[in-house]
């Protein structure tokens, strides 16, 4: 148990909400390429060189034992082309790391895994609004093989510079080769849906109070208000920015089962236990997208029913003038005929009796009307 928290130390970062799960890398110069951000050789847990090519790092390695940390950030086909040929890596997941937008997935070509995956980020806004961006995606690819790892990352976020620190501070646990490290990022990637699944809930529970409460804060019969106008685009904002993250989360269930339960030459034994955590949490948040979008189709469901019965107030209110208003309409059109033989229409008292009847009448159906509250 106490490896297991150590482990779960050393690889998730903090949860709070006021700082994004990543923050973008810049290119360094530690190599000739511009794509590499950190080229390193590891051996028996502990960083070994600095300042070195692919090449040279693979050399180290088959020389001396070890294993090679490769990232980059956004290569292109000719960045990428050296490395894939020092490395062995497959062209077809080549061509998948340098044009991205892939879904997620665990793809194993000969002796290299090739994993997929995609990060969240939660866009933070004071107000939301119907076009207001709500979570930002990524990607993170690792090519994970016996003595080398190589991880491509694309999009503004996704950094994996505090985790690399994080497991040069735990020797033992990155001792255990590049499986170690690609728990660490895979972990690192589920624990930022879940901050990210919190932010969600925030803005979705914000939208209900609002769509709930417009029904009984407004004037009018019984209390009863409009609902907001722009709520239904919030609400549809949100459900195709929770499309997006689903679309990051969903996929990825599949790979993580592959990883903690069928035995693979590629990971450690005693690694692979560990991602059997990773996919809990990830069919935690799963479970809880899924329920997002349940809600705000009910919310939706909700807000357009507000919608219609406000509609339908405002009709039955329309109506009820118009019943009122019909009745002097009426009688004016009676006594606007020309015939010579009208009932009282040379009487004195004829036009206040013919008034006061009208008036009598407006009144009479107004009370009607107000008592059914339709008024």
């Not at 694309?154 to 033992?172: F, N, T, V, W, Y």
């Not at 991602?275 to 939706?300: G, P, T, Y």
Request: net charge negative; hydrophobic share 40%; with cysteine.
């Amino acid at each position: 148990m106490s490896m297991i928290r150590d482990l779960r130390a050393a690889v998730r970062p903090s949860r709070r909400r006021d700082h994004a799960p990543y923050a973008y890398e810049k290119s360094a110069p530690a190599c000739a390429n511009s794509a590499i951000v950190d080229c390193g050789v590891y051996r028996e847990g502990r960083r070994v060189s600095d300042h070195v090519t692919p090449a040279e790092a693979m050399a180290s390695v088959r020389s001396e034992g070890g294993f090679a940390w490769i990232g980059l950030h956004e290569p292109t086909e000719a960045e990428f082309a050296g490395i894939a040929q020092e490395f062995g890596l497959h062209p077809l997941a080549v061509e998948d790391a340098v044009h991205a937008h892939q879904r997620p997935k665990l793809e194993r070509y000969d002796e290299t895994l090739f994993t997929v995956f995609k990060t969240v980020h939660y866009v933070e806004h004071t107000e939301l609004t119907a076009t207001s961006e709500v979570v930002e995606t990524g990607e993170v690819m690792c090519f994970t093989g016996r003595d080398f790892i190589v991880t491509v990352r694309h999009g503004g976020q996704g950094s994996l510079r505090a985790l690399r620190h994080r497991l040069q501070d735990d020797p033992e646990l990155l001792a255990k080769g590049p499986s170690a490290v690609l728990h660490a990022i895979a972990d690192q990637v589920v624990d930022g849906y879940m901050a990210v699944a919190g932010a969600v809930q925030d803005d979705i529970d914000e939208v209900e109070i609002d769509v709930f409460s417009s029904g009984t804060n407004g004037k009018g019969n019984g209390g009863k208000g409009s609902p907001k106008g722009g709520d239904a685009g919030r609400i549809y904002q949100l459900k195709r920015e929770v499309l997006e993250f689903k679309r990051a989360v969903s996929p990825l269930l599949r790979p993580m089962q592959l990883l903690s339960e069928r035995p693979m030459r590629l990971v450690d034994s005693n690694i692979q236990k560990y991602f059997r955590d990773v996919a809990d949490h990830l069919a935690r948040v799963n479970e809880q997208v899924l329920s997002f979008d349940d809600l705000l189709n009910s919310i939706l469901q909700a807000n357009l029913a507000q919608a219609a019965v406000a509609q339908n107030e405002d009709m039955r209110k329309i109506t009820a003038w118009a019943a009122i208003f019909a009745v002097p309409t009426m009688i004016a059109g009676i006594y606007g005929m020309n015939f010579d033989y009208m009932p009282e229409l040379h009487w004195k008292f004829g036009y206040p009796a013919m008034m006061l009847v009208t008036v009598a009448i407006c009144f009479g159906i107004h009370r009607g009307f107000k008592r059914n509250g339709w008024l």
